[in-house]
């Protein structure tokens, strides 16, 4: 009698047998074979933390997914406060077979900082997509945040509508922008032509940055964070790294000339990336210094030959761009608040303050529920008071995803009418949300996210 055969796929060094029917549905095997995951049928299955040991297994799996080079993978090691046990892997024998990355963050809104996590560097075998292993990765992020009090998640995704079905909100950061550097040149030399008090020219001298011009580029950032929603608080740990790291290849400085009664001091500082404004921010009174910069990185692209410059969305906060766009490229981030308490409590200061400033009377209360969470907000003169599960007559319900759009204030309240994830119970909940919760624009810093160049 002819013994049985089976045949077998090689999977990252190691046997599993095929599927030997197509009739049977290949996802559940797949899920039946993975002995390390939370699968939302067997909660005895969960995804695990990552430990050192797991660097070489890691290493070889990220590479062949084609989501991190070598030089990328050991300059992450490298990173202030990197730990192994913020990634999350799910295994199968012993293998790893999906892979997501928790990176701590401190993110300024205006006056406040929150701790958050970003969640980077997704990855899973093509034959596990169905088998939930995406939502393994995330339900364990989200319970590190839950036990670590993290107001906010956000994370990167090439496909946003997977994580919007989860519950995430997909929030607009900019645009890219993508122009000629001839005509970006010739825009700005009309504007230091035609506007006298703009003539940056002479004012600013452009050289090549330096290794002590470091203080100054942290403290213009540092400037320039207290005034927006979404920048990272950077320690001097983080600048070294970030210079040491190399996300970008050539790097300019404006320098205002030295006076009598001043010496020269840094004003402005613009990274690039081939082609590609990753950077430019400036001291608050020497604005212009940015347009000197760009026309330096505008006169570096020509001189290589290439034919388009590309501002990334919110390298430069602070520059109004409306005049150069010739191509907008949408910016999209995925979000999630994991409790509205844990986000609005480190934000008291900041959401009073904006609440009086646009007209709420001191003593408005209005209950806010989000999910099965309830929180009473009460405007005061100097802060916004907090409590839980607190019954108001005034109050308003939104869904998870509408908690985030409104946290991070990329929704303006007064255009929405009929919307199914928001309802209130009076006109004045409504409008004194809309006067705590106004609508700003949420940054991401593109030198963040950046990958260390392969030479």
């Known amino acids: 009698m002819r013994a049985k055969t089976q045949s077998v796929n090689r999977l990252a060094g190691y046997e599993i047998p095929s599927v030997a029917s197509p009739n049977i549905r290949s996802s559940s095997r797949v899920r039946d074979r993975i002995s390390n995951g939370i699968a939302n049928s067997n909660p005895s299955q969960t995804a695990v933390a990552a430990n050192s040991g797991d660097h070489p297994l890691l290493l070889k799996f990220l590479t062949q997914q084609q989501v991190v080079h070598i030089a990328e993978f050991q300059q992450t090691l490298d990173s202030p406060g990197y730990e192994p046990s913020n990634r999350f892997l799910v295994r199968n024998r012993g293998e790893i077979v999906a892979h997501i990355r928790v990176i701590p963050r401190e993110l300024r809104f205006g006056r406040s900082t929150l701790s958050t996590y970003h969640l980077s560097e997704l990855a899973m075998l093509p034959e596990y997509r169905q088998a939930g292993c995406m939502r393994m990765l995330l339900a364990a992020a989200r319970q590190k ?39 970006l040149l010739s825009t700005l030399e009309e504007l230091d032509a035609t506007s006298p008090n703009m003539r940056w ?120 761009l409306e005049g150069f766009r010739s191509v907008d490229i949408p910016s999209s981030l995925a979000a999630c608040v994991p409790s509205a308490y844990d986000f609005l409590k480190p934000m008291k200061a900041e959401l009073g303050a904006r609440a009086l400033a646009n007209g709420a009377k001191p003593e408005t209360k209005i209950g806010f529920s989000s999910g099965t969470e309830t929180v009473s907000l009460e405007v005061t003169k100097a802060k916004l008071k907090l409590k839980r599960n607190e019954q108001v007559n005034s109050r308003i319900q939104v869904s998870p995803s509408m908690m985030t759009r409104l946290a991070l204030g990329s929704i303006d309240l007064s255009h929405i009418h009929d919307a199914e994830d928001i309802s209130s119970t009076t006109k004045g909940a409504i409008e004194a949300a809309q006067a705590i919760f106004s609508s700003n624009r949420f940054l991401q810093m593109p030198l963040e996210n950046l990958a260390t160049m392969e030479y």
């Open 145 to 183: 945040a839950a036990a670590n009090r993290i107001a906010l998640i956000t994370a990167d995704s090439k496909r946003p509508e997977i994580l919007r079905r989860m519950g995430w909100a997909i929030i607009t950061t900019g645009t890219n922008v993508t122009t000629s550097p001839h005509s």
């Open 201 to 320: 020219k002479d004012k600013y001298e452009i050289r090549p940055l330096r290794f002590v011009d470091q203080p100054a580029m942290a403290e213009m950032y540092e400037a320039s964070s207290r005034l927006h929603v979404g920048m990272r608080k950077r320690t001097h740990e983080d600048w070294l790294w970030l210079m040491g790291r190399r996300g970008f290849n050539r790097s300019f400085v404006a320098i205002r000339k030295a006076t009598n009664s001043s010496p020269e001091k840094v004003v402005g500082y613009c990274l690039l990336r081939d082609n590609q404004v990753v950077e430019l921010i400036s001291d608050r009174d020497h604005a212009l210094s940015m347009l000197a910069l760009l026309r330096r990185a505008c006169a570096d692209v020509v001189e290589r030959g290439v034919h388009s410059i590309v501002i990334l969305a919110d390298s430069a906060p602070d520059l109004a």
